[in-house]
């Protein structure tokens, strides 16, 4: 005999949409050095950052591909591919709510930083520093 679920709430089902104890709508930073760390914490986990690599970096080349046919629809898949990859990985893997939500243009200088540091070799070395740093705290 199958034991009956209780049913989810939506807070339950979708905290990255409703958990605001992640990121603080009222939290602010003073420069960009300053939000950094914020946006490590929110990107802990290794498959997060590779979505957000992976998204990005289509994301990048629709934005070309729109920008050289003049097309709208490839502009509009950019923003799709980019949002899309981030959030799906923020809701499914991080458990968190995107940092975008409430710093979008801090968000996006993170995620073309988080691209740079992975084309260049030192994405998880960058991270591994950062939970160290932490851990010290």
Not at 65 to 82: E, H, P, Q, R, T
Request: overall charge positive; aromatic content about 14%.
């Amino acid at each position: 005999m199958a034991v009956p679920r209780a049913r989810m709430t939506c807070r339950e089902r979708q905290p990255f949409l409703m958990d605001a104890s992640m990121t603080s709508e009222s939290e602010s930073f003073s420069d960009y050095a300053a939000f950094w760390p914020f946006y490590q914490s929110q990107h802990a986990k290794r498959a997060t950052r590779l979505i957000h690599v992976a998204g990005t970096s289509l994301a990048l080349l629709a934005l070309i591909k729109g920008i050289a046919d003049f097309s709208v629809g490839w502009l509009l898949m950019a923003l799709l591919i980019g949002y899309g990859f981030a959030w799906v990985s923020h809701a499914f893997i991080e458990k968190n709510r995107p940092a975008t939500f409430s710093h979008p243009l801090w968000s996006l200088r993170g995620d073309f930083h988080m691209l740079w540091l992975w084309v260049s070799g030192r994405l998880e070395i960058e991270f591994t520093q950062h939970r160290a740093a932490q851990r010290e705290r």
